[in-house]
């Protein structure tokens, strides 16, 4: 009974631990995995026409939130005509003229990223002239009770990784004979627990934390769309294959297990680990399989040396005779060796592929969170390597003198450490994946400090818009652009023309071919290798005879 007690008392600070680093954490998850990287129209862009369709395109592939993308007209009223769409990094919203046209519209949005986070935001343009009274964006921020839940269920996750494969592994291959094996069994079956429940609050967290409504705001339909979506279907395969699991792991915690069962359990786990990459910044990073493999890795290096640890303070440093330690620990300071190898290897990999630059590490939120957790992690290794030295000292204590009771205590004191830190660093890594990777942090403020050009040009046949973005010197500006009619209707166009020149500097006109990707709309690129203010001439022919020419400036820095 006071074992049992211990124990519970035990785990209960570790939660508590973990819930008040997680909140100690930054204020709120990140909710802008994905950047938008390109408008239509553009952004407080002044067109002369109405447009019958708006487009947002993201840095990454996104998917849709029913009901939360809408374009809202001078008069305030909803001006989507059917259904938004989304295709790969592209939301369409198509748009029907407002009764009052003039005015400044407001476009909103809320897609998910493809690491499960949502993506909300809003800005305006205007036809004719800007309204003195816009109409006014909807609170698109995640709520307070979500912020919080969010993290929280991550760090249940992981904690029950901890406490379920950690003693495990100790239960099937070094436990010893005459050591009571119930305490070390109840803490896995607390990790299957922990898993479940993390597992299924993450699931119910998710739908709020798309939509925008409260915690407990969860309607049939938003969870039904959460299942349905990739974050959802991780989760799923994650209870299915904790079910799995659960069925085969009583003969391994009995120390009884065959090759057969133990190589299925192998497996499973694997593919159990390799739903929390899938359910976050893996599915996103620019080299998926290395950051799925990485994620696996280091999760399983984490769950085999910070559980073993766990188990080893709670019950063979407690209660084993002096003699059974000397025969087991060293074997321990092996695996717990090759365990933080491995952890390395994958939080490097990792790191390298989601801060994306060195900036990145000292300037945006993750990679100073990377630096804190590489902090810990140097001071678990600290820990580690003393205890090592410990266990060394007590196998030629033992084997000389018999037992040593002061050696036993430091070395409980020393893994007890090593615990206390592991557990902020679950918590730190709880928030660290709620948060916005400096790969894509970097998109963000080089988006912001770019310039994007836009405007709208007029003749007798058509009106033209485009936008130039970013307008920087090379050749990577990419150029979008429309063709209406005089009354707003899109116009098919049969071939377009661009053409560059910078009369100032005596660079001669280069034309350059657009691509028509749409009857109406067309994408290229264009060079400025020296800056100045540059003339774009846009020759678009409609017909077999009809074709008219728009010029314009464009100032490069």
Known sequence: MGRSLHLGRAVLVVLLLGAVVVLAGPPAPAVAHA????????????????????????????????????????????????????????????????????????????????????????????VGAASASPPEPADEAVRLDVQVAVPVTRYLGYAGLVLLIGPALLLGLLWPRRLSRRGAVRLVRIGLLLVAAGTLAGFWAQAPYTSG????????????????????????ARLGILALVAALLPPVLAGRAGRVRVGLLVALGLAGLATWPLAGHAAASPTPLASGIAGVVHLAAMSVWLGGLVTLVGFPLRTAHPRVLAAILPVWSRWAGIAVLWLVAGGVVQAVVEVGTPGALFGTGYGRLVLVKVALLALLLGAAGYARRLVGRRVTATAAAGAAVAGRRRLRRTVGLEVLVGLVVLGVSSVLVQTTPGRNAGIEAEIAASDTFAQTLSSPLYTLQFDVYPVQLGPHNTVHAYVYTPDGKPLPAVEWTLTAALPAQGVEPTDTPMLGIEPHHAVGAVNFPIPGDWELRFTVRTSEFDQATVRTVVRVR
């Open 35 to 126: 950047a938008v990287v390109d408008t239509v129209p553009q952004q407080q862009a002044v067109l002369g026409f109405s447009p019958t369709e708006v487009t947002i395109t993201f840095s990454e592939p996104v998917a849709l939130v029913p009901g939360r993308s809408q374009v809202l007209a001078p008069d305030g009223k909803r001006i989507n005509d059917g259904d938004p769409s989304v295709r790969d990094a592209t939301l369409r919203i198509p748009i029907r003229v407002a009764d009052r046209p003039l005015g400044t519209y407001l476009v909103s949005y809320r897609v998910i990223s493809a690491d499960s986070h949502p993506v909300a935001g809003s800005y305006t343009f205007a």
């Open 213 to 236: 409504a409260g915690l407990l705001d969860v309607s049939a339909t938003e969870l039904r769309q959460v299942l349905g979506s990739d974050f959802g279907l991780a989760l799923a």
